[in-house]
């Protein structure tokens, strides 16, 4: 009976420790949360204002009309959209093909691995000089152009890992039947799999939606992207707060679409397939 | 038809051909970066000085580990590494193992745990700008009202800001760290545990003798992608101090970036990249070579 009554204390412990750790990772989120509903004049208050006194969405309004920031949301969105587009097509046939037939070996392993392995900012300098010389500074090619270093490897890593969960016997059972090869991909591998790609898709959105060095730098004013739009509006010798904070969490939605909906694939996606989690 | 299935020469024909639109673009776009960063390296460029590149075989290479800034941004996102690694693995593994058990809403915690992860960086970056403000931040607020401290500048003092920007990085990452270690502890059979409990250990023992080595190929994997995207960290730097105060914050990208972009030496910056790559190829052939051995 002690024992028991040990035990219970015991998970009672445990729990009150992980609602503390809970704590103080949402409480950075919470914190943008407020943010947005605050007055100018209650920022810069002390004690700080822990809890909204204005429920409008005065600030979202101010920060997407009056100063411009529904032109970078577009932007970001056509970016993030047509890159995701482009890569996930590619990413479908490569993922399938390197997975399903293991050609290319560990060089075409390592290359696709290094690319994602590698530092962004060792191509800015010769992207910015090449978009440069062909005048795509401050365009959407370039920035959908050079999102694909990262996601493209990415992408086909992520729906290998899901081709790679397939039993090889399932196409070769439609082959028998008289399919095409690409018959057997289309009708029988593709819908299988579709939910790896919807997944990489996601991510690649994300990731794309996120991005913020390239977009810094091959961007000025007509290609500007949120992050960088945001970053603007934190330089200015007056930080405004509550904008910056209505325009975060338009900046989070997607991610955290991704976390809630998609929780069981995120460390699937983050791993590159390597955990299945 | 089975000889159609059997087809070797087919099979790799069709295989190539699905897989060829993909590597083709990959090869467009990094062939030039490659050529570009490696010829370069070799060559004195600077945009600000109207003169024309001149051959300067090794010096921007020796001039790299000369570089008392570049050590500096080595040595900052050393820190950031070694001591990013180190907490978010114990904390993450003290998360893993309270995840780890039968409780109400636990679908609900760990939804809540994942949402730093995928937040936009800049968007966390100034999140913390705000939590940090030394005036009327809520960081400084609590830490008063606990009488903990007077009130500290978080970005603005050069001994504390790289550790500000490691808070950011714990609070963003930790919760990656813990979820790949509770997919791992989840991995292990309960007959494991049982046998231990049968052989009289106590829960520290099998926590030490069992558990944590079971778990070694996720720590592995854990510190090889941290590795990787610390290594590259720059949008928090960028947000929160720019690499500032001075340059006690700047980071191996951020440095980089300044180098190109605010003093525009095209033939420094791509011996410095050419570097960093060559830092990560040892990480990735490392990548490759414990995944091969897993599967």
């Given at each position: 009976m002690a024992k028991e009554e040990k035990k219970k204390h015991k998970e009672l412990l445990y729990n009150i420790l992980l609602i503390v750790i809970i704590a103080f990772f949402m409480f950075p989120v919470y914190w943008i949360f407020v943010g947005a509903f605050k007055f100018k004049g209650q920022f810069f208050h002390y004690p700080p204002v822990?809890?909204?006194?204005?429920f409008s969405l005065a600030n979202f309004k101010a920060v997407l009309v009056q100063l411009g920031g529904m032109r970078s949301v577009l932007n970001s969105l056509i970016v993030a959209g047509l890159n995701t587009l482009i890569a996930t097509v590619l990413a479908i046939f490569a993922g399938y093909s390197i997975g399903r037939y293991k050609w290319g070996g560990d060089n075409l392993s390592f290359f696709i691995l290094s690319l994602l392995f590698a530092p962004p900012v060792v191509a800015v300098t010769p992207l910015f000089t090449m978009f440069r010389m062909m005048h795509l500074i401050d365009t959407y090619p370039a920035l959908i152009w050079s999102y694909m270093l990262f996601n493209l490897p990415f992408a086909i890593w992520l729906i290998k890992s899901f081709v790679e969960d397939l039993p090889e016997e399932i196409e070769m059972a439609a082959l028998v039947d008289g399919y095409s090869r690409f018959k057997a991909f289309r009708k029988v591998t593709l819908p299988?799999?579709?939910?790896?790609?919807?997944?990489?898709?996601l991510f690649v959105f994300v990731f794309a939606w996120n991005e913020f060095l390239f977009a810094l730098i091959f961007t000025r004013f007509n290609a500007v992207t949120l992050p960088v739009f945001i970053s603007g509006l934190i330089g200015g010798h007056e930080i405004k707060w509550g904008l910056l904070s209505a325009l975060s969490i338009i900046a989070s939605i997607p991610s955290i679409v991704l976390v809630v909906a998609f929780q069981k694939y995120l460390i699937r996606g983050l791993t590159f397939g390597a955990v299945k989690g | 038809m089975a000889d159609k299935t059997s087809s070797y020469a087919g099979q790799r024909r069709f295989a190539m051909l699905m897989g060829i639109p993909a590597l083709i673009v990959l090869l467009i776009l990094v062939?030039?970066?490659?050529f570009y960063i490696l010829k370069?390296?070799?060559?004195?460029?600077t945009l600000t000085v109207p003169r024309p590149p001149e051959f300067v075989g090794g010096a921007n290479y020796a001039a790299v580990f000369k570089d008392t800034r570049f050590l500096n941004a080595l040595k900052n996102t050393g820190i950031l590494l070694v001591l990013g690694i180190s907490i978010q693995s114990i904390l993450g593994l003290i998360i893993a193992l309270l995840l780890n058990r039968d409780f109400r809403f636990k679908r609900l915690a760990i939804t809540l745990?994942?949402?730093p992860i995928m937040i936009t960086p800049v968007v966390a970056g100034f999140n913390w700008r705000m939590i940090y403000n030394e005036h009327f931040g809520p960081l400084n607020f609590i830490l008063n009202a606990l009488h903990i401290s007077e009130g500290i500048s978080w970005t603005a003092d050069p001994s504390v800001a790289l550790y500000s920007i490691l808070i950011v990085d714990i609070w963003q990452w930790t919760p990656f760290v813990a979820l790949i270690l509770l997919a791992g502890l989840q991995s292990?059979?309960?007959?494991?545990?049982?046998?231990?409990?049968?052989?009289?250990?106590?829960?520290?023992?099998?926590?030490?003798r069992v558990t944590l080595p079971l778990l070694k190929p996720m720590f592995i994997?854990?510190?090889l992608f941290r590795t990787i995207w610390i290594f590259k960290i720059f949008d928090p730097v960028y947000i929160l101090t720019g690499g500032g105060p001075g340059t006690s914050t700047e980071t191996l990208s951020v440095y980089t970036y300044v180098e190109g972009f605010r003093y525009w030496r095209i033939g420094y910056t791509s011996a410095l990249a050419v570097v960093q790559l060559m830092m990560m190829t040892v990480v990735a052939s490392v990548f490759v070579r414990l995944m091969k051995r897993k599967g």
């Open positions: 822990f809890f909204p006194t204005m299988l799999i579709l939910p790896g790609v919807v997944v990489s898709a | 062939a030039p970066i490659l370069n390296s070799f060559y004195d460029i745990l994942a949402i292990i059979p309960k007959q494991v545990y049982e046998a231990s409990n049968v052989d009289g250990a106590t829960p520290v023992q099998t926590f030490f994997l854990v510190i």
